[in-house]
C-alpha cells in the first residue's frame, strides 16, 4: 500500500532548474509522481505553478523524500502550523528539530506566516510567543531550556533564490558558476559597478582575506580601499594581520620582500618580531595610536574605525592580542559580521570564507576568488545562488578591482 502527499512549486521553476531537481530528488529516492497542476508563466514577470502528488511504499520512505523536497523549495500544498516543542536543556533541542538550510523561511504561527530572522545553514528556530510572535535562528550551543523550537517540516516555507529572468543592473553578471576562461577585466568591472551599487544605497561589503593577499603584493590596493569607505569590514585570521604588519615594519612578508621577491638575512623571524612588538604595544589599536604601525590594511582600518574580526586556529604564532582564540566567541563574531554584510567578497581564503559562509543567507551577494578551482567550487557549492566565482590570481584581482572602483 503506497502513501501520497501533494506538495506545490512556484516561481520560475523551469528556469531555475527547481522543478528538475525536485522529478531527480524523487525517482532517485524510489518514489514517483504525478504533476496535478501545472502552470507556466510565460513573461519574464510571470511566476509558475506546479502541483505534485508525491508516492512512496511507507510513511518513512514519503517522509525522506518530502523532507529533500523542502530544502529545495517544494512545500506541502495544504500546510497546517509550525509543531514547537520546548528545549529540554540548555544547548539541547527535541528529537527531530528543523534544521535550516540558509535559503529566506517563514513558518506558519497560529494561521499566520512569520519571517524567520536571521536565517543560517544547520541551525534552530525558535519562536518567541506573545502579541508579536517572532522567529529566528539558534546555533546549537545557544539553545536554552525552554526555548519554543520548531520540529518537523510542517508549516515550513523555504524559498530558494531563483535565477534572474531580466536585467538586474549591476547584479546581472552574479548567477554562480566557476571559470578560469570568462574574461577577468570585465567580471572584474562587473563587481566593482556592483560594489559602487551597494555603497550608494547605503549597503556595507565585507572582505575575507587571506595571507596570500599580502604575499601576492595587493596589499596597498586593499588598504586603499577600506580607507576609500569600499570595503567596511574585515573577516581574516592571524596569520593575514601579522603579514599585513610585517610588511610596515620590515618589508617583507613571511620573510619576503613582496616587491623584489629577495629573502633579507634573518627575514624568516620578521613575523615573529611583528607579533612581539604588537604585544609589546597591547595590541593593533595601540601601535596604530602610538605609530608603530603606519600603513597597510590593518592601519586603514583602525584609523578609520572599520571593525575587523581575526579569527584564530591551532596553528597561529602568537598570536597578536587581537586574535580571537575561542572558537565559539569568534564563531558569534563572524555572525555578527555576516548578518549586516550586503556583499561578501572572499578573497584567497578557503577556511575563513567557509567559516562565513557557513553564516550567509543565500540572498547575500557572493564574490569568491582563488588560484585554486577547487576553493571556488567549494564554497560556491555552499549554497549562495546570488554568486560568482573567479580563478585568479589574487594579486591581479585586487589593484584591478581598486583601480575600476577608485580609478576610473
Known amino acids: 500500500m503506497t502513501v501520497s502527499r501533494e506538495v506545490e512549486l512556484q516561481g520560475h521553476i523551469i528556469d531555475s532548474g527547481m522543478m528538475q531537481t525536485c522529478f531527480g530528488i524523487i525517482m532517485d529516492m524510489g518514489g514517483s509522481f504525478e504533476v496535478e497542476t501545472f502552470e507556466i508563466g510565460r513573461h519574464k514577470d510571470e511566476r509558475s505553478y506546479a502541483k505534485l502528488l508525491v508516492s512512496a511504499d511507507d510513511e518513512a520512505q514519503l517522509q525522506s523524500i518530502v523532507h529533500e523536497l523542502h530544502q529545495n523549495g517544494a512545500n506541502p500544498a495544504d500546510p497546517s502550523d509550525a509543531h514547537l516543542e520546548p528545549a529540554p536543556a540548555d544547548q539541547v533541542v527535541p528529537k527531530g528539530f528543523y534544521s535550516t538550510t540558509n535559503h529566506p523561511t517563514v513558518i506558519r504561527y497560529d494561521g499566520e506566516w512569520i519571517d524567520?530572522?536571521?536565517?543560517?545553514?544547520?541551525?534552530?528556530?525558535?519562536?518567541?510567543?506573545?502579541?508579536?510572535?517572532?522567529?529566528?535562528?539558534?546555533?546549537?550551543?545557544?539553545?536554552?531550556?525552554?526555548?519554543?523550537?520548531?520540529?518537523?517540516?510542517?508549516?515550513?516555507?523555504?524559498?530558494?533564490?531563483?535565477?534572474?529572468?531580466?536585467?538586474?543592473?549591476?547584479?546581472?553578471?552574479?548567477?554562480?558558476?566557476?571559470?578560469?576562461?570568462?574574461?577577468?577585466?570585465?567580471?572584474?568591472?562587473?563587481?566593482?559597478?556592483?560594489?559602487?551599487?551597494?555603497?550608494?544605497?547605503?549597503?556595507?561589503?565585507?572582505?575575507?582575506?587571506?595571507?596570500?593577499?599580502?604575499?601576492?603584493?595587493?596589499?596597498?590596493?586593499?588598504?586603499?580601499?577600506?580607507?576609500?569607505?569600499?570595503?567596511?569590514t574585515i573577516s581574516a585570521g592571524n596569520g593575514f594581520a601579522v603579514h599585513d604588519i610585517e610588511r610596515d615594519l620590515?618589508?617583507?612578508?613571511?620573510?619576503?620582500?613582496?616587491?623584489?621577491?629577495?629573502?633579507?638575512?634573518?627575514?624568516?623571524?620578521?613575523?615573529?618580531?611583528?607579533?612581539?612588538?604588537?604585544?609589546?604595544?597591547?595590541g593593533i589599536e595601540d601601535a596604530v595610536e602610538n605609530g608603530t604601525i603606519e600603513s597597510g590594511v590593518m592601519y586603514e582600518c583602525v584609523d578609520n574605525d572599520r571593525p575587523f574580526v581575526l579569527a584564530g586556529s591551532i596553528r597561529d604564532?602568537?598570536?597578536?592580542?587581537?586574535?580571537?582564540?575561542?572558537a565559539v566567541e569568534a564563531q558569534n563574531a563572524i555572525r555578527e559580521q555576516a548578518h549586516e554584510a550586503d556583499m561578501v567578497l572572499m578573497l584567497s581564503s578557503l577556511l575563513h570564507s567557509v567559516a562565513v559562509g557557513n553564516c550567509l543567507p543565500s540572498t547575500t551577494r557572493v564574490v569568491c576568488v582563488d588560484i585554486n578551482p577547487a576553493t571556488v567550487t567549494q564554497l560556491l557549492d555552499r549554497g549562495s545562488a546570488q554568486a560568482v566565482g573567479m580563478v585568479t590570481d589574487i594579486g591581479t584581482f585586487v589593484p584591478i578591482l581598486a583601480e575600476k572602483v577608485l580609478d576610473e
Open 116 to 232: 524567520v530572522d536571521d536565517i543560517e545553514m544547520d541551525c534552530a528556530v525558535v519562536v518567541e510567543d506573545g502579541d508579536d510572535p517572532c522567529a529566528y535562528t539558534k546555533v546549537l550551543n545557544a539553545v536554552e531550556e525552554g526555548d519554543l523550537i520548531v520540529t518537523g517540516e510542517a508549516g515550513i516555507r523555504v524559498s530558494p533564490p531563483e535565477r534572474p529572468r531580466g536585467s538586474e543592473g549591476a547584479f546581472g553578471f552574479m548567477q554562480g558558476g566557476v571559470s578560469s576562461e570568462r574574461p577577468s577585466e570585465t567580471t572584474i568591472a562587473n563587481v566593482a559597478e556592483a560594489i559602487e551599487e551597494i555603497k550608494s544605497e547605503g549597503g556595507k561589503i565585507l572582505a575575507v582575506c587571506g595571507p596570500a593577499l599580502i604575499h601576492s603584493g595587493a596589499r596597498e590596493d586593499l588598504a586603499r580601499l577600506v580607507r576609500e569607505g569600499y570595503i567596511d
Open 250 to 282: 620590515y618589508g617583507t612578508s613571511l620573510g619576503m620582500d613582496t616587491e623584489s621577491l629577495d629573502h633579507p638575512r634573518k627575514g624568516h623571524k620578521h613575523h615573529i618580531y611583528t607579533i612581539s612588538e604588537v604585544i609589546r604595544e597591547g
Open 317 to 326: 604564532d602568537g598570536p597578536l592580542p587581537d586574535t580571537i582564540t575561542d
